[in-house]
Every structure is written in C-alpha cells, then in structure tokens.
C-alpha cells in the first residue's frame, strides 16, 4: 500500500512539475515536497500514521468539552456536582495516554534512529559551512574541491543560463549547485562560520544545526535525479530568507565528468553539466 501511493505521487509530481525533473515548493504548498530518499518516505509514512491517533484524540476532546458545555451548564444543571474523584476514569486517563505513546515512541526511535546511521559506508563526503548569508562547500577527496553557493539574484540569470524559472525558482536558485551522485551515499559535515543556521533539504529528509566551532553530521542517498532545494532553517540575520542551498542529483558518469572539470574551471562544468541535463529532459519529454 505505502509503495503504490508513493508511485500515485510521484506521478503526479512528474506531471505537475516535469520543467523541474524533480519537486520543489509551490505556492501555497502545505503537504511534503515528493520524497527523494528512503528516510523521507519513513518521515511521511511517520506523519501518516501519527494522523490515525491525534485525529480521533482531538475530535474526542471536542466531544467532551461539547457534552460538558451543553450538559452541565447552568441553566441544565443548577445544582452541581460535589464529585472530586472517579477511580475508573482516573485510570483511564492515566493508562490511555501511555499506551497511546508506547505506539508512538517505538516507530518514533526507529526513525530517528535510521537518520543518523547510513546503510553504508558514505561514498562521498562534503563540507558545508554556513556564512551570512551563503554557503562554502567542499568536497573531502584526495583532492579536495571547494567553491561557494549563493542566491542568483535577477540580472545574473541570464549569464548563468537560469533563466527558467520552472527550474530555477526566484529566492531559491544559485549559482554554484552542490552536484552529487545518484543512488549514492553522501555524508554532509555542516558547520557554520560566524552565526547559527541550519541545513535543511525538505526532499531529502535532512535538517540539522551550522554552529561555529562545532561539526554536525547528516546524510542522505537520493534514489532520483534532479534539482533540489532547500534553505537556511535558523533565524541567522536580516538576510536569513536569501540562503538557499541547492542539490542537484545526476548520474555516476555525469558526476565524474562534472567533477573532472570543476577542478579547473567550475563555471564552465557547471554550463556542461546543466546542458547535458538539459538534453536529456528534452529527450524525455519528447519520448512522453
């Protein structure tokens, strides 16, 4: 059941945001972005399942609260109660709760526990250090590679090739994406420079803390290709809402290629890879 619905969604977010090749914020958005990784869909199953105890604990509180206001009000009951203590309900409402959380804890522990233990050893670490208002990153390899990632502003996107902004969304596109591996497992140092922020891809399942002098870890394995969004989630400074961060998820040689090149000349690879993307979303879409 928890697969077919997954596919229903996916579906129709191909369909409704197929510029894209993969999901971003829309407006007036208040359900999850389609889930990019496994841990996103425990997260969303999670948040579904949570659903089938705080609806009927809510609409029983509302019954309650009803029944009272209208059974014991003044008018209907001018000579109250003295009644100060109920054995049985006393232990209903002492047991019910705990079993009520014992349902939730466990899968609860479960989740959080598989967001910080990967399946696998990490096949690629980056560095992210958040500035005000930007990020550095770097890639931990033998020969490490590192550049900064901040908001395109307006007049750039015609140089940069965004001009689409199916693609790339105005407050949220940048001008150096992070670029990293399809199916693969990518482990995020996230550290800050000056203030605290926070790292945070909504697709991914992953939000965690940038604190100056302290390392935080986080990771993730998209199982899709695309161009994923998200932002600075701490209260960082006056231009706290222009700090997006920016994956895009291509193909094992896509990588290497981009990788390669990136080394001498980022801006370049950046041009080569979004071109080869490019083509084959044109190819896609023309084969649908």
Not at 71 to 92: D, F, G, M, Q, W
Not at 165 to 191: F, H, I, Q, W
Not at 261 to 284: F, H, P, Q, S, W
């Amino acid at each position: 059941m928890r697969k077919f619905f997954a596919g229903a969604t996916a579906l129709a977010a191909f369909f409704t945001t197929a510029t894209a090749f993969a999901d971003q914020p829309t407006p007036w958005q208040w359900r999850f972005q389609e889930a990019a990784t496994d841990i996103m869909e425990q997260i969303e199953w999670f948040e579904r399942y949570t659903l089938w105890f705080i609806i009927p604990i809510t609409l029983l509180v509302l019954a309650l609260l009803a029944w009272c206001i209208i059974k014991y009000r003044a008018s209907a009951n001018p000579t109250p109660s003295r009644t100060s203590h109920n054995t049985l309900i006393e232990v209903i409402w002492t047991v019910g709760p705990v079993v009520v959380l014992l349902f939730l804890a466990i899968p609860s522990f479960q989740l959080l526990t598989a967001q910080y233990t990967p399946p696998e050893e990490p096949k690629l670490t980056i560095k992210a250090t958040g500035n005000q208002w930007n990020w550095d990153y770097e890639y931990q390899v033998e020969e490490p590679l590192s550049f900064n990632s901040a908001m395109l502003a307006d007049g750039d996107r015609a140089a940069a090739g965004k001009e689409d902004r199916g693609v790339y969304p105005r407050l949220l596109a940048v001008d150096n994406e992070v670029v990293v591996p399809v199916d693969s497992t990518v482990r995020v140092l996230v550290t800050a420079s000056d203030v605290m922020h926070a790292f945070a891809m909504p697709a991914f399942g992953v939000k965690t803390d940038a604190v100056p002098g302290r390392i935080n870890e986080i990771w993730f394995k998209a199982r899709k290709e695309g161009l994923y969004y998200g932002q600075c989630s701490e209260l960082c400074g006056k231009d706290h809402a222009y700090m997006p961060i920016a994956i895009r998820v291509v193909s094992d040689a896509q990588y290497n290629t981009w990788f390669a090149a990136a080394k001498t000349d980022l801006n370049g690879a950046n041009k080569a890879l979004m071109a080869e993307v490019e083509a084959k979303r044109n190819v896609a879409v023309a084969g649908n």
